[in-house]
């Protein structure tokens, strides 16, 4: 079972167990270089020149030169300073020999796109083909167009590349400017599958991409043919239109059964104040339908223990393509509060696609005063909305705390069925209100007997939560969410709550994103 693969994912990750040879964490000091080691590690210096041969004492003017001179094993030094340079790491390490680009031990590094060209589909830094590449510690920035047709990039990984690390860069002012009605593209990071052959292994952590213009694209995309990734501890903030995106059904790759994302973790990111209505799009010139996480058309992925806020929409198991629907992923142990429009979003668009959300979980998570605009029809979304073709989705054990006068859940239609909704606690310091295919309720029975389900649900009581002013949504020991939730199994509610806590103890399980 898929569920069964993606918890020996995330349990071997909490165990600090590497996916694979290129994967190691910030937390492990990296091994003592030996003589030999030193004499492959290569030296990259602003008053360096490309005729030397990139010893310490004789670097390399350029990244570029040094990339050039790269074998398996080695390590490209970068000295401080801001390189205006485009970068292609297209050489490959081995397992046992990772090729490793860096700054020099406590010196800033900047790739800068300052005054450098764009002709269509380009980024200040391509990983093309290759394996086995760590690229650490980087800041990625100013680089900009205006002209009709270019798509811009910070950070491009793609054809089929394997056992990459991107970690603790920065990635910032990646932007397309041209007009909004010329439609505009680009990304901080962007993952995208488009060969036969998938991107695999691939792990983008610690990152922090920020004030990207990306128009009607996103600030850290995963696209096309990628089959086992992580997306961890990442912090996207102040971006266009949608924060972490992972797709199908898009022109990412030509083969159809190829063109979706499978098999990965979006775990531990901050994702906040994205914004929509500065981009193309012209839907969301009046309403900022942006969502912070967004899983689209993709399958098999988890998404845990991340917190969203100030963004249009929180997190998204959406399809905007037909025959694409979003399938069986979970979402749970997430923080999802004071966005614009719903806290989570699942089925098709109205009006636009049939591709639903199918054999999906949202359980374990915490939503706070969402909705704090009306949505496109002029309606409450809810924090919880189901749109079109839901099926078989389970929804459970999720704090639902909504603003006054607001929607704990909007089902809009009568598509989809068999949606489980139970052990969810809901509160509000005003009138209860759900809207079920299109009916208002405002009384516990009725919405009950309508659903014929969420029996075992809490009604009216205040969740307890430690701070709602500092944004703290642990409990206190009063809170009657504890203890109260319905476990699954560690497979479904995962391992560990938002706060690192253990997520169960004998099988007993809190409502929302804290054990405690």
Known sequence: MIFKHLFSLSYALLQGVLLCAACSHADHPEPIQTDSAIQKS????????????????????????????????????????????????????SSAKLITIKPYPNEAVAIDGEGLSISGTEALVTIRNTRFIQFDGFEIRN??????????????????????????????????????????????ILLIGNTTEALQDIIVEDNTIHDCNTGYSENLTINGYVDGFIIRRNKVYNGENIGIVA???????????????????????????????????????????????????????IVERNSVYRCGRGIGLVSETDNFPTRDCIVRNNEVYNNSLAGISLGGYLNYTGGGTLNCYVVN??????????????????????????????????????????????????????NAIDYNLYFSTGEDQWIWNGKVIRDQQTWKSTLIGDTHAIFGQDPGFISTTQADFGLRDSSPALDKGNFISQAINGVLDLSGKTRSEANRIAIGAFQK
């Open 247 to 301: 797709a199908g059904g898009y022109a990412a790759n030509a083969t159809a059964n190829l063109n979706y994302v499978r098999n990965g973790l979006i775990s531990q990111n901050e994702v906040y104040d994205i914004d929509g209505r500065t981009g193309p799009i012209p839907a969301f010139a009046q309403h900022n339908g942006a969502i912070g996480i967004y899983i689209d058309g993709a399958r098999d992925i």
């Open 42 to 93: 290569r030296y990259v210096s602003l008053t360096g020149n490309d005729q030397n041969k990139g010893t310490e004492s004789k670097p390399f003017r350029t990244i570029s030169r040094a990339l050039d001179a790269i074998s398996a094993g080695d390590t490209i030094f970068v000295r401080e300073g801001a390189y205006h340079e485009k970068l292609l790491i297209s050489k490959s390490g």
């Open 365 to 418: 998570n915490t939503l706070f005063h969402n909705n704090i605009d009306k949505g496109y029809f002029d309606e409450i979304e809810g924090e919880i909305r189901l749109v079109e073709n839901c099926i078989d989705n389970i929804i459970q054990n999720n704090i639902i705390a909504a603003r006054p006068n607001s929607v704990f859940i909007h089902k809009y239609t009568n598509t989809g069925a068999s």
């Open 143 to 188: 680089f900009k167009t205006q002209d009709k047709g270019n798509d811009v990039n910070g950070i491009i990984i793609d054809q089929g590349s394997k056992n990459i690390t991107v970690r603790n860069n920065r990635v910032h002012h990646i932007e397309n400017n041209a007009s909004p009605q010329d439609g505009r593209s680009g990304h901080g």
